[in-house]
């Protein structure tokens, strides 16, 4: 229950987990209508998710997804994780190679009927890849290198593409200090430039 601007609203939600095996969990959410306005199942949004531990030593996740909300939108989601343990004997620490593939499509019938070409273009698609790669320092989390890419293609084709930099220092066993630089480009900016970053934080413990 939510009471904005006074007026209460009751949005009930459900969700159903369970575990085929060890290594393979199912999950279904209901998210129901406001009450006040009358229990209509027809303007409730489902989201159901599989996901799945690969036993493969190279793959490390398999994640499906679909949903569709009460304004006729519908999606399907897949996801794949991949992580990778590269060791040499004159190292003490080992390098980490983690990644993660995503494919979505979403479909609108409110699209559909704006659009006048073909069905075939009315969907949008989104395909990402991030990685990262730790391990160059003492530790494997001390550093980390991030590459993002997002792509997306419907009515317009976008393209986003990040890469990131974070390192982290203990100062003292009560102090962290950790920097992060970064640089992005993104297709919907029409000047098509490099926006660079740079973040420091610190955490002490006392």
């Known amino acids: ?8 609203e009751i949005r009930p939600k459900v969700t159903s987990t369970f575990a085929i095996s060890p290594r393979i969990d199912f999950e279904t959410r209901l998210d129901l209508a406001e009450w006040n306005s009358g229990a209509n199942l027809l303007a409730a949004k489902f989201d159901t998710r599989l996901h799945v531990q690969a036993p493969a030593p190279f793959l490390d996740e398999l994640e499906g997804r679909v949903w569709r909300s009460p304004d006729g939108q519908s999606g399907r989601i897949l996801g794949l994780g991949f992580y990778q343990t590269l060791s040499q004997p004159s190292r003490a620490s080992k390098i980490t190679i983690r990644s993660r593939a995503t494919l979505e499509t979403t479909s609108s019938p409110a699209l559909a009927a704006s659009v006048t070409a073909a069905p075939a273009n009315v969907a ?55 920097m992060s630089l970064g640089v992005l480009q993104d297709s919907r900016n029409a000047a098509q430039n490099i926006e660079p970053s740079l973040g420091i934080r610190w955490r002490g413990t006392f």
Do not use: C, Q
Not at 1 to 8: D, E, H, I, K, Q
Not at 131 to 150: H, Y
């Open 1 to 8: 229950m939510r009471a904005p601007g006074g007026a209460t």
């Open 124 to 178: 949008t698609r989104r395909v990402g890849l991030e990685t990262e790669v730790g391990g160059f320092m003492s530790t494997p989390r001390n550093a980390m290198l991030r590459l993002k890419i997002l792509r997306t293609v419907g009515r317009d084709v976008e393209t986003t593409r990040s890469l990131g930099y974070d390192r982290t220092w203990t100062v003292h066993r009560a102090i962290l200090l950790a």
